[in-house]
């Protein structure tokens, strides 16, 4: 499996961003995704993560803030991020899991000015 996330940016204080995370390979054998983030200094944490069923999970920092979801037809993953501020400056990074293996993409940057 391999894994490519795009659309980050910067972006003023407030403002919005969406986060794609394009996945190919065995995909059809992709349990649950996931994004990560790591920010400067700091230890690479989960921000949300999605199963198979579409059921999300989200870190309490950005509870009410982002949305994860997926298409599996279309082997995509997104992070649609509203109210952004500037401590989710960070690299993100999606993940997936397939029950016998995980699996990193490369990361994009998200900057977040005040």
């Known amino acids: 499996v391999q894994l490519q996330a795009s659309g980050g940016g910067l972006v003023q204080a407030g403002g919005s961003l969406r986060l794609s995370c394009a996945a190919s390979?065995?995909?059809?054998?992709?349990?649950?995704m996931a994004w990560y983030r790591q920010a400067p200094g700091k230890q690479r944490a989960l921000v949300a993560r999605i199963n198979s069923g579409g059921s999300p999970n989200y870190a309490d920092s950005v509870k009410g803030r982002f949305t994860i979801s997926r298409d599996k037809t279309k082997n995509m993953m997104y992070l649609q991020m509203n109210s952004l501020k500037p401590e989710d400056t960070a690299v993100y990074c999606c993940?997936?899991?397939?029950?016998?293996?995980?699996?990193w993409g490369q990361g994009t940057l998200v900057t977040v000015s005040s």
């Open positions: 993940y997936a899991y397939t029950l016998v293996e995980a699996y």
């Open positions: 390979g065995s995909t059809f054998s992709i349990n649950s």
